[in-house]
């Protein structure tokens, strides 16, 4: 099946600066999710997006599907934006969603 | 709010019992999916469930069983319980299950964090 890999394992980072992470995955995917897992343990939705570029806010996230890599901006990140930054992927074919290992990402004040 | 939601947000029991947990999905999404989340296996798919029937398995325990009733709401029963057991159990939804469309998007409740003492 579809391996996820994600990168870095782990960031910190001052409040205001900017941030890139990364998702390479294995096979071509139907279903590429970016979730942001609170301190609370709740996954929450961040980007829906096997291909192409999305913004929401501080946020982007870019997939170019042929090289099968996706990444995540953070830009001027604040302390709630703390947390573990998870890749999802789903196969052509499959019906479950692979999870990467996750990004852990400390924002310092 | 993801519009999933997932009962009791906490449980704690002993080795050997068995517990049910439950998942209402977002309206109008056909499409149940169960997942694990332990220190050490990471984030795992268990199960899924499409409008009542099984329609993929996973690294499921035989001692794990799920169910999606007619209202489209999963329990997911876990029985002889293991100290390895302990971990936060997301359900997920989504309105479909095949193709490449927005529709396949699944979405997370807030979990039920199961305690094996």
């Known amino acids: 099946g579809i391996q996820v890999e994600q990168s870095p394992p782990d960031l910190i980072l001052q409040e205001g600066a900017n941030s890139t992470l990364r998702c390479n995955f294995s096979?071509?995917?139907?279903?590429l999710q970016w979730f942001h897992q609170n301190p609370w343990g709740q996954l929450i939705n961040l980007f829906y997006?096997?291909?192409g570029t999305k913004q929401n806010g501080r946020l982007s996230a870019t997939t170019v599907a042929t090289e099968r890599y996706s990444l995540l901006y953070i830009s001027s990140s604040q302390t709630t934006d703390s947390g573990v930054y998870f890749c999802?992927?789903?196969?052509?074919?499959?019906?479950?969603?692979?999870f990467g290992q996750g990004t852990r990402l400390t924002i310092n004040p | 709010d993801s519009g999933v939601t997932q009962t009791p947000k906490h449980l704690i029991t002993a080795t050997g019992q068995r517990v049910t947990l439950r998942c209402s999905p977002r309206?109008?999404?056909?499409?149940v999916y169960w997942y694990q989340q332990s220190l050490d296996q990471g984030l795992q798919f268990l199960i899924q469930?499409?409008?009542?029937?099984?329609?993929a398995k996973g690294n499921i325990l035989e001692r794990f069983s799920a169910q999606q009733f007619p209202d489209l709401h999963s329990e997911l029963n876990l029985s002889s319980l293991e100290l390895g057991d302990s971990a936060l159990y997301f359900c997920?939804?989504?309105?479909?299950?095949?193709?490449?469309?927005?529709?396949?998007?699944?979405?997370f409740g807030p979990g039920t964090r199961l305690t094996v003492l």
């Open positions: 997920a939804s989504s309105p479909w299950t095949s193709g490449r469309s927005h529709y396949n998007e699944q979405f």
């Open positions: 096979d071509s995917v139907n279903n």
């Open positions: 997006i096997p291909s």
């Open positions: 999802a992927a789903r196969g052509r074919g499959a019906q479950k969603l692979v």
């Open positions: 309206s109008g999404d056909l499409s």
């Open positions: 469930y499409y409008n009542g029937e099984e329609r």
